[in-house]
């Protein structure tokens, strides 16, 4: 399984608003079942395969072209580990909180 974050940015607005086009963005998650996702304030994290992933955001990126836009920047973070392949955004978040929760912190 492999992990994303995902930002797309519809160039062109004609405000500076781009809750309209982030809002086509969710629905347009919302009709697929092959990657799970999670917005949050920056983007959205992607969790799949990471052939159904590059294949989502390929549609996703189209969205704001879809609603007339004449320019869309995609920023893409992709991370996939072999050696733990069933690893989630949930498993990836609860190993930095338990190392949060140790004794001793982080040293520098």
């Known amino acids: 399984m492999a992990t994303a974050d995902l930002t797309v940015l519809g ?12 809002a086509a963005i969710q629905r347009k998650l919302s009709e697929q079942d092959r990657v799970a ?18 294949a989502v955001v390929g549609e996703l990126h189209a969205v ?5 836009l004449p320019r869309v920047y995609t920023v893409l973070k992709l991370d996939e580990r072999r050696d733990k392949p069933a690893q989630t955004l949930d498993d990836k978040v609860a ?11 982080v040293e520098g």
């Open 11 to 22: 160039l062109g607005r004609p405000d500076p608003s781009a809750g309209a086009y982030i």
């Open 37 to 54: 996702f999670r917005m949050h304030a920056m983007g959205t994290s992607l969790e799949g395969s990471t052939a159904d992933i590059l």
């Open 64 to 68: 704001p072209f879809e609603l007339g």
């Open 95 to 105: 190993s930095v909180e338990r190392r949060l929760a140790e004794d001793g912190g």
